[in-house]
């Protein structure tokens, strides 16, 4: 394992040899103002960006594929599209697959820092070489202008308070990093008006901490986002930034802001074929991945009040929303009509054909005799509460939905509204 042939730690690689970005991690555990994640944007080049999220098991599948047709990929990595330790399960177990079959291969990481610390030693176990942590601020008055908040556990933290925890778990992390002699990029974005004037003071810090590269990142306004209306850093002012910093530490002058599906040699054009074997990847079943079969039943089907939630009761609900790929893109295709209430078994007898090409149905509640016939019919029924979006590509991915299981359920009708019909 030759580490000098990192294509973003050293300049002199980057022309010849690869990375693959595996997009294995969906969830974020920060906010932050200057980002909109889109996963399925695929003309764009910036982090949070992905055409597909993969499980571990479907992300092998893709990888094989990259290395028989790209051969100078020399490191593995994950970045996102959320952060790879709001996602520890899915990450490591990728990390782990992918050194068992390619032992030789590098792998690497790109991380925010805020769950990184409780995971340091599975990364050197898995003999993961380099990290990269992005430390925008090293003032929590500043980081709370670059941050909306932080998720800590089970708890929301925002402002100050949010932005030292933040700061105060990335220092713990980069400290065990270096301890176990992992090579440690930190990212630092240069955002007009915030912290332009600070950056040379994180470059600081992290020189005093033994951090091998430091790369001053230009903003890039991102719509959707709280800084969409921010202009871009000057080139002036980038060069100006890089040079303090680089009184203190080594910098990284070539970075093309990848995406967290990106694959092939650092600002390559996006290999067109293999962006369509990431999304045929993504609708592999997970079960059957290794075998490379697809699914028959590709869609997902949604009990939904107002199309943003997942949060009606089976037997409440008129229609159902159907999501499923197309144009490259996890999307709405359409709202089914369900089955007249009343009908006893034949009603659901005739929405398991209404949706016969949906894999899952993700509903609020559900009482025994739907439960027992879509499930007979090949249905996977998850009872859940949140985001449709979420569950809609946690479902696509492969990825769990543990935290949106309903934790306290009630006997059918108890969640309904009152309309009497409940599941008959």
Not at 19 to 42: E, M, S, T, W
Not at 183 to 192: A, E, G, T, Y
Request: charged share 20%; aromatic share 4%; glycine share 10%.
């Amino acid at each position: 394992m030759n580490f000098d042939n990192h294509p973003c730690f050293n300049p002199n690689a980057c022309k010849s040899f690869g990375r693959v970005h595996l997009p294995v991690a969906p969830r974020c555990n920060i906010q932050c103002k200057f980002c909109n994640r889109k996963f399925d944007c695929v003309n764009e080049t910036r982090p949070g960006v992905t055409s597909a999220v993969l499980s571990p098991a479907q992300a092998m599948v893709y990888l094989d594929e990259v290395f028989a047709k790209k051969g100078n990929i020399s490191v593995v990595g994950i970045a996102g599209p959320g952060d790879p330790f709001a996602n520890p399960a899915e990450t490591l177990e990728t990390l782990s697959l992918t050194r068992e079959k390619y032992p030789d291969v590098m792998l690497c990481l790109a991380t925010n820092g805020l769950n990184l610390y409780p995971y340091v030693h599975d990364l050197k176990r898995l003999n993961v070489s380099h990290v990269t942590v992005t430390v925008n601020a090293i003032d929590p008055a500043i980081g709370a202008h670059i941050y909306s908040w932080m998720r800590v556990g089970k708890r929301v933290v925002r402002s100050e308070a949010g932005a030292a925890v933040l700061l105060e778990r990335q220092l713990e992390a980069i400290q065990a990093l270096k301890a176990e002699d992992m090579i440690v990029k930190v990212n630092s974005i240069i955002i007009p008006g915030i912290n332009e004037d600070h950056i040379v003071e994180v470059a600081k810090k992290m020189s005093g901490m033994g951090v091998d590269l430091f790369n001053a990142m230009p903003y890039a306004p991102n719509p959707g986002s709280d800084f969409e209306n921010l202009p871009e850093p000057s080139k002036e002012t980038v060069s100006k930034v890089r040079g303090e910093a680089s009184q203190f530490v080594k910098q990284m002058r070539h970075c093309t802001r990848c995406r967290a599906d990106a694959v092939g040699l650092l600002g390559e054009e996006h290999d067109q074929g293999l962006m369509k074997t990431l999304q045929a990847c993504q609708r592999l079943d997970v079960e059957q991945a290794v075998a490379g079969e697809v699914s028959s039943r590709p869609c997902v089907a949604v009990a939904s009040m107002e199309g943003v939630l997942v949060n009606q009761h089976l037997g409440e609900a008129e229609t159902l929303l159907v999501y499923g790929e197309k144009d490259g893109r996890v999307q709405l295709l359409e709202a089914r009509t369900t089955p007249a209430a009343g009908g006893g078994m034949e009603r659901w007898e005739q929405l398991a054909e209404t949706i016969s090409d949906c894999g899952t149905l993700l509903v609020s509640g559900i009482g025994p005799n739907p439960q027992q016939v879509l499930s007979e019919s090949g249905v996977k029924v998850l009872e859940i509460e949140g985001l449709i979006d979420e569950a809609v590509r946690a479902v696509f991915a492969g990825q769990p939905l543990n935290h949106m299981v309903k934790r306290s359920l009630t006997a059918c009708g108890g969640a309904c509204g009152g309309n009497g019909m409940g599941c008959g």
